[in-house]
């Protein structure tokens, strides 16, 4: 795959900051960047804006949004006033997506979760409404349904996102999370024939990972036959771009130009984007 038809997550290179993140994306070639909230904190967004512009990157999407969850209303309140900040942030930004981790509290059930996950999102679509901003649900791996999303795979979202039907809500579809999904291609095809399928994450699945969060793999070191996954988007009509999304200390530890240069290898075997 060409370069120019990826994006990196900032937090893929956790120890740049985003003035070095937007050159090194650059500078290796790569075609986008997709801005964690982490790294913006304090900035004059303005100014990030501009430099992402000046760079000749495509900004992708803002993340994160999400975590509806909470034991009280002042709580999910508080997250609705967080959401809406996001956006804010992404219209800032001139990033059209929000990506949304929805949330799970420990002591409620999923089922509880995923009403409140729900009720979230609604009621910050009227706000994205305004801004022009896409809302992404990120479906994560069940083994965080219990303190990160009640919403753990392809079905659970399109189900989500077929029932609020906006046409700025759609899912964001990671490897990592939904590889493991016996009907993956048809989840796949129901949302991007609906054209729902907003963005696509890569990274790998390591099933001997030290750290339930901190040890992700490159496409290819892993159990997640990314390739596979990344013809059954791609032949589906999808032709945004490929997300790079890895959390890995072993690779924070190492210069983040080598891991770069790793990164645009491992996407050598992925397919290009059908562009009309
Ligand atoms: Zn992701």
């Known amino acids: ?20 993140c937007i050159e090194g994306y650059a500078r290796h070639g790569f075609g986008g960047i997709s801005v964690w909230r982490e790294h ?13 512009r000046d760079s000749g990157l495509q900004g992708t999407s803002l993340v994160r949004g999400g975590f509806f969850t909470s034991h009280t209303e ?18 800032e930004l001139g ?3 929000v990506v949304l981790v929805c949330g799970a509290t420990p002591g409620q059930i999923p089922s509880e979760n995923y009403v409140q996950i729900e009720r979230g999102i609604e009621e910050i679509l009227p706000f994205a409404e305004a801004a022009g ?19 753990c795979s392809m ?22 999370h939904v590889w493991w999904e016996l009907n ?32 992700r793999g490159l496409p ?32 924070w530890d190492m210069d983040q130009d080598e891991f770069l240069k790793k990164i645009a290898i491992s996407l050598q075997p992925l397919a290009d984007p059908v562009l009309d």
Not at 1 to 20: E, N, R, V
Not at 221 to 248: L, M, P, R, Y
Request: proline share 4%; glycine share 6%; hydrophobic share 40%.
């Open 95 to 97: 990033l059209p997506m």
């Open 1 to 20: 795959m060409q370069l120019c038809h990826t994006t990196i997550h900032t937090f893929t290179t956790k120890p740049w900051s985003i003035d070095q």
């Open 220 to 251: 290819g070191e892993g159990i997640c036959n990314v390739g596979i996954i990344d013809q059954w988007v791609k032949q589906a009509g999808f032709c945004g771009h490929t997300e790079v999304e890895i959390f890995s200390q072993r690779y």
């Open 184 to 215: 993956l291609l048809e989840e796949i095809e129901r949302c991007a024939d609906e054209s729902r399928l907003f963005a696509f994450h890569v990274c790998d699945f390591k099933p001997d990972m030290n750290h339930v969060l901190l040890d």
């Open 155 to 176: 079905k659970d979202a399109n189900d989500l996102v077929e029932r609020l039907s906006h046409p700025l809500l759609g899912v964001a579809l990671d490897v990592y």
């Open 74 to 91: 002042e709580g999910r309140k508080a997250a609705i006033v967080e959401n809406q900040k996001a956006i804010m942030e992404a219209e």
């Open 40 to 52: 913006i904190a304090g900035k004059n967004l303005a100014h990030v804006r501009q430099k992402i």
């Open 133 to 151: 901003i896409r809302l992404a649900v990120e479906p994560l791996h069940p083994m965080y349904a219990g303190d990160r999303s009640a919403v």
